[in-house]
């Protein structure tokens, strides 16, 4: 039987690119709304509490639109499955090893599988994840109730979190639970 294969999950550019567009677009069409009916447009002032919220969507709009366009650029790999463990990105660069990673699972988030991974307790902290369960746009998120575990969304990602765990059952199948 040949060895498992290594697997990578990078950003995907379709999701990442028409995210950034699509944002961009709606602040285009809000302005070219304001700029065809001037009689509904809110006025240049902060006293004005629609300039202000305009102002807000549009500057949280145009910041997706750069973190698409920069997650697009990025071609590294975000999760490595291979060997010698579990590579972990998304700007933090920490390797799991497998004697460090207790077990594996799928959960559902909403409506997708996430891929939940359990680590030693010291690995865990050793790794300094930096995991915020107010970051709504990360791939990484703590698990509510375990505290030395990591749920690794796959959005936004050419890979799905059900390939990661077939990835997982290929390399140490003894790791995955229900």
Do not use: C
Request: zero cysteines; a positive charge; hydrophobic letters at 50%.
């Amino acid at each position: 039987m040949p060895p498992p294969k290594v697997v990578e999950a990078r950003y995907g550019t379709l999701h990442n690119v028409s995210m950034a567009v699509v944002a961009v677009l709606m602040v285009a069409i809000a302005v070219s709304h304001f700029a065809t009916h001037p009689d509904n447009a809110p006025t240049f002032s902060f006293g004005d509490q629609r300039f202000v919220l305009f102002g807000a969507l549009s500057i949280a709009m145009l910041t997706y639109s750069w973190v698409g366009i920069r997650r697009a650029m990025n071609r590294q790999p975000q999760i490595v499955i291979d060997r010698d463990g579990i590579a972990l990105g998304f700007g933090r660069d920490w390797r799991f090893s497998w004697n460090e990673i207790q077990w594996v699972r799928l959960r559902r988030l909403a409506f997708r599988p996430q891929l939940q991974v359990g680590i030693l307790p010291e690995a865990f902290v050793a790794a300094n994840l930096r995991l915020s369960m107010w970051n709504l746009d990360d791939g990484l998120r703590p698990i509510r109730g375990v505290p030395a575990a990591v749920l690794v969304r796959d959005n936004g990602l050419d890979l799905r979190a059900s390939a990661m765990l077939d990835a997982v059952k290929a390399f140490r199948p003894n790791l995955v639970r229900p």
